[in-house]
């Protein structure tokens, strides 16, 4: 690989979107073990979301989701590649057929990239024109698992849904205004999923089934911490949040505990997700949406993709099975 070491900066956050990380940085430990952030793919993305590392092409890949495209960076030689989706999307995952299962604005769909194939599986929620697909992963049992939001990040009208190999689909959670995770634990016996606008991370067990029992509160944040985003989970059990307007990615215990603080150059970032040969870098979506040049000007690095080495390694991402 070769990266560029990506430096903070003066990166013109509001002041109270930052006091979060400081007060977090306090308590948390000061991560001797993380490498400093890097730049895999620099600047450009609107609003890049939804990382997955795809073992079988030894590849990353993410989305923009207002452009909208989809992006792959390849580990031997740096290369990056990318398609112009026919809709918006939100997320998407690697499929044991080949190919993956997306999350897009018009429902779930196939994408086969080589084939230049996007095909339709079907829209839960035809009858909600102004939702849409954001954030989705498999679960151990193969099962795709994403939700969904009101566009206009208004009314709670958004909706966690699982979709089985089967391709039947089945609404699991409702009342949501902005989704993101979900995640699971090592074990696939507890889900973690966020309503940023309300900043909380909710928990739910996972029964016999794959069927949720009642959600809790797991994590809530003040308004000066930023939004909790997309997340991921490592080996350990461990949750890592991106924080949007927080511009780090924060790693909790199982429990809930604060662990780590990573700072990064930008403002905005989206989400994180395990990658590489060993599962030990840790890849971070950034966005430059709703920045104004001002801002833009004093963090160039708005909208690129990052990595660290923070010291855990991440769990195998499983394959949609169908």
């Known amino acids: 690989m070769l990266l560029q070491r990506a430096t903070r900066g003066?990166?013109?956050?509001?002041?109270?979107t930052l006091r979060g990380c400081m007060r977090w940085l306090s308590v948390m430990n000061s991560s001797e073990d993380m490498s400093a952030p890097e730049i895999v793919a620099q600047g450009g993305a609107a609003l890049g979301?939804?990382?997955?590392?795809?073992?079988?092409?030894?590849?990353l890949y993410w989305v923009d989701i207002k452009v909208p495209l989809i992006w792959r960076w390849l580990w031997s030689s740096g290369k990056t590649d990318q398609w112009?989706?026919?809709?918006?999307?939100?997320?998407?995952?690697?499929?044991?057929?080949?190919?993956?299962?997306?999350?897009?604005?018009a429902g779930f769909a196939w994408v086969d990239l080589e084939q230049g194939r996007f095909e339709l599986i079907g829209n839960p929620e035809a009858d909600l024109p102004g939702n849409r697909f954001n954030d989705g992963k498999v679960d151990r049992s193969g099962c795709f698992?994403?939700?969904?939001?009101?566009?206009?990040?208004?009314?709670?009208?958004?909706?966690?849904?699982?979709?089985?190999?089967?391709l039947t689909w089945q609404c699991i959670d409702r009342g949501y205004r902005v989704t993101?995770?979900?995640?699971?634990?090592?074990?696939?016996?507890?889900?973690y999923h966020t309503d940023s606008a309300l900043r909380t991370v909710y928990r739910f067990p996972v029964m016999a089934g794959d069927a949720l029992g009642a959600r809790e509160a797991f994590l809530r944040f003040d308004e000066g911490e930023g939004f909790p985003d997309g997340m991921t989970t490592d080996a350990q059990g461990c949750l890592w949040i991106a924080f949007w307007d927080g511009g780090c990615v924060r790693r909790f215990s199982p429990d809930g505990a604060p662990?780590?603080?990573l700072?990064?150059?930008?403002?905005?970032?989206?989400?994180?997700?395990?990658?590489g040969p060993d599962l030990d870098h840790l890849f971070v979506t950034s966005a430059r949406v709703g920045l104004d040049e001002a801002l833009l000007a004093k963090q160039p690095l708005a909208g690129s993709l990052f990595v660290v080495q923070p010291g855990v390694r991440g769990l195998e991402q499983p394959l949609f099975a169908a």
Not at 10 to 16: D, L, R, Y
Not at 84 to 101: K, Q, T, Y
């Open 10 to 16: 003066n990166v013109a956050s509001p002041t109270a």
């Open 49 to 59: 979301e939804g990382p997955v590392w795809v073992a079988r092409e030894q590849a």
């Open 84 to 105: 112009r989706p026919p809709w918006r999307i939100g997320a998407i995952a690697p499929r044991a057929g080949g190919g993956f299962v997306a999350a897009t604005e």
């Open 145 to 166: 698992w994403a939700g969904t939001m009101d566009d206009a990040e208004e009314a709670a009208t958004g909706a966690l849904y699982r979709l089985d190999p089967t």
């Open 180 to 191: 993101n995770g979900p995640t699971f634990s090592p074990d696939g016996t507890i889900l």
């Open 259 to 261: 662990l780590q603080c």
């Open 263 to 275: 700072e990064l150059p930008v403002q905005r970032p989206t989400s994180c997700t395990f990658g």
